[in-house]
């Protein structure tokens, strides 16, 4: 039997393994192409061939402002994320734990806005964004997606499971309903918080939509954007594109990389419950 287990977890561990690098070798071959020649694309090159010539130009070329857009994108990103961080968890709180007039209309509107594609809004947001000046600005990059439905939905179900009884016990030692939420019950959903960070990290680093349509001004693009137009200028330069990849692949993949356990927690704990 102790046989048959081992053989059985080798055989899962082996499967996996494969899919992984299947998974893995297009970002190989993109971080292998950003560092070789456009002569030595599609060959294997050896490692006395490889440098950082492309990212170089990429960074210094008087064409695209690539450090720009890159301070851009992690303004934007670091707003958004801090957003989230905040009003998301108290909006899901209040849906989870604070019995209110109106609660549950907004809990289903909340629900019922998840299953609305972004693009259907994407006029009347680029609307309102010009009607009040934010057309390339990080106001408008920004304050629109400081919360999202999906995470406050996913963040009410985490605070549901978490027991009446703390609430009340921070209540009896003097706390207000905001102290118990911010000391008290935000640490427990350690885990929601940072798969969410994860999450929205992922999708404002690397959105293109948004970014694309309320900003026209080189000055403003985020990295990805910027990318675009890159490709427009150096569609024959495959590394050189391949390098811009890697500046908006990796830091996600470090990101995540770091906080995986707590991803993985974060996604057991906040399924759907209630």
């Known amino acids: 039997m102790q046989l048959k287990n081992r053989v059985s977890l080798f055989s899962n561990y082996t499967v996996i393994t494969i899919v992984g690098l299947l998974f893995l070798l297009p970002f190989l071959y993109t ?26 130009i990429f960074f210094t070329n008087d064409a695209y402002n690539v450090p720009k857009w890159l301070f851009n994108t992690v303004i934007m990103t670091g707003i958004v994320i801090l957003g989230n961080l905040i009003i998301n968890p108290m909006a899901g709180f209040a849906l989870a734990k604070l019995d209110f007039a109106g609660s549950k209309v907004i809990y289903w509107i909340v629900v019922a806005t998840m299953m609305v594609p972004y693009h259907m809004i994407l006029i009347p947001v680029y609307v309102n964004m010009a009607q009040l000046g934010w057309l390339n600005t990080f106001a408008g990059l920004t304050v629109p997606f400081l ?44 885990s929601s918080l940072i798969t969410m960070s994860i999450l929205a990290f992922a999708g404002t680093w690397n959105s293109y939509l948004i970014p694309s349509t309320l900003t026209n001004i080189p000055d403003m693009y985020v990295l990805v954007v910027g990318l675009n137009s890159v490709k427009d200028m150096m569609f024959e330069n495959t590394p050189l594109i391949m390098a811009g990849v890697v500046l908006t692949t990796l830091p996600i993949l470090i990101f995540f990389f770091f906080f995986q356990r707590q991803y993985i927690e974060g996604i057991s704990s906040s399924g759907v419950k209630g």
């Open 147 to 190: 919360y999202q439905c999906m995470y406050i939905f996913m963040l009410r179900q985490f605070f549901i499971t978490v027991p009446n009884e703390f609430i009340e016990a921070a209540r009896l030692d003097g706390l207000t309903k905001m102290g118990a939420f911010w000391r008290i019950v935000y640490p427990l959903a350690k």
């Open 31 to 56: 971080l292998y192409t950003s560092f070789v020649s456009m002569q030595d694309v599609n060959k294997l090159a050896g490692i006395s061939h490889w440098s950082f010539k492309n990212y170089k």
